[in-house]
Each structure stands twice: as structure tokens, then as C-alpha cells.
């Protein structure tokens, strides 16, 4: 298991990269085990850099919880009162009243959440604390700013995770499908015949009959 393996990115060829990965994948296939590669959403960059790795490779989405979602909602206060359970003080700490807060400045990711808290746990033991308070929180908190960074990275990755019907069209119509959504056909019900006409052979038309008068106009 290769942590923060986005870094491999960090060279300044393409090639390179590619032959690192390349490495990774020989080293699996001799020693018949699986490599796990853990990191932000920059790994993604990793997986089409050639059809091979492509294919012998396989995307686990760790996602933050949402809270618009009632489960994730529901999840993530689960969490948190996991967390305050552990917290190392002689009185009980009531985060769970905190829930938005540590939701709105750990973005619901609860590896953030995790940090966060053993920071401010760290500064209120020093302190000689009997507890942890919302001030002790405040002062280990994210900023807004560094909040916003984050965010606009993460949806960025989810995006990229995230199959668009465009995209599927293009895949479908470079494959000679047909990139319009059709019903699947009854097997039950016999496909009608197709018709093949001879070359030169015309059309089924209605011919004009009869002499034409003057004041007839031609069809």
C-alpha cells in the first residue's frame, strides 16, 4: 500500500511517470500481489495514461459525506459522536453540539475531522483543560479560505469521477453505435422484414394519368 502516491506525479516528463507506473504493475505481476495506491484526487491522472493500465487498474471513490444527503447527515454525526467518546479528558467534551461546525470546516471528509480534533485535544491538554471547548476548536479550526480551496478541488475530482451522458455518446458513436437512447427491442415480437430495391429500380410513386390541360400544373 503506497500512501499520498500522488507524488509520483511530481516529475517533469510524462514518460517518466509512465515508467515509474509501469514499475508498480511488473512488480505486482511478479510477486502476484495487489498494490494499493492511496492519494488525492490527482491519482486520476494515473489511471488512462495507457490502455494497460487502464484496464489491469481499478478506481475505490473514498467520498466525503454530504450533507444534503439524510444518510451521510445521519453518518457523519455518527462520527463525530464516535470521536468525542475518545477524547482524553476528565469530563465529558459535548462536540455534538458542534456538528455543523466540524462538518462545515472539515468539508464532511472525516480524515480532516480527525486531524482537526487531535489538534485541538493536543493544545486544551497543555492548556489544562478538563474538557474541549468550542473555543479550543475555533483556534485549530481550517479557515474559510483554505475551506473554499479545498472544496473547489474536491467537487473538481468528483467531476472527473462522474460519467456525463455526453461522454458516453462520444464513446458510443466512436464505436459505430447508435448515440441516441432506443428501447430494447421485444423478442417476442418478429422484426419486420427489410426491403432491398434492384439498382435503377424506382421508388413506389403514384404516376399522372390523362393529357395534361393548359392551365395544368405539373407534379
Known sequence: ??????????????????D???VIKSIANQTK????????YDLLAFRNLNGQLSRRSIDVHLARYRAEDSEDRQTFV???????????FEERSDVMSDWEFLYERSLGSVGILKEWLVRAATV???KGGHRLTRADLETQALS?????????????GELKLNETSQAVAQLRGRLGLSTCATAKPDPKQPASPV?????????PTRDVVGQMGPNAASV
Open 20 to 22: 515509474q507506473l509501469d
Open 124 to 126: 486544551a491538554s497543555r
Open 78 to 88: 455518527n462520527v463525530v459522536r464516535s470521536f468525542e467518546k475518545e477524547l482524553p
Open 195 to 203: 426491403k432491398f430495391r434492384r439498382p435503377g429500380q424506382r421508388l
Open 144 to 156: 474559510v479560505a483554505q475551506c473554499e480551496q479545498m472544496h473547489a478541488e474536491t467537487a473538481e
Open 33 to 40: 500481489t495487489a498494490h494499493v495506491l492511496f492519494g488525492t
Open 1 to 18: 500500500m503506497i500512501d499520498e502516491a500522488q507524488h509520483l506525479g511530481k516529475i517533469p516528463s510524462g514518460r517518466r511517470l509512465l
